[in-house]
């Protein structure tokens, strides 16, 4: 890879309840990466982090 080529771009909405895809998008040339699936699992569990890190401080 180039290190000096931006090749995805993600926007989130990042709320105390959920996480929210806004945008995605990258560089065709790199289809290789499965970048939209790697994001896609990335945004998964980083809602599931969000949710649980939310009820873990409601049960303190």
Request: aromatic share 14%; charged share 15%.
């Amino acid at each position: 890879l180039d290190e000096q080529k931006l090749i995805v771009v993600g926007v989130v909405d990042l709320d105390p309840n959920c996480l929210s895809s806004l945008y995605f998008f990258y560089n065709p040339r790199y289809p290789f990466l499965n970048l939209g699936t790697f994001v896609a699992i990335l945004f998964v569990v980083a809602n599931h982090i969000t949710l649980h890190s939310e009820s873990s401080r409601a049960v303190k």
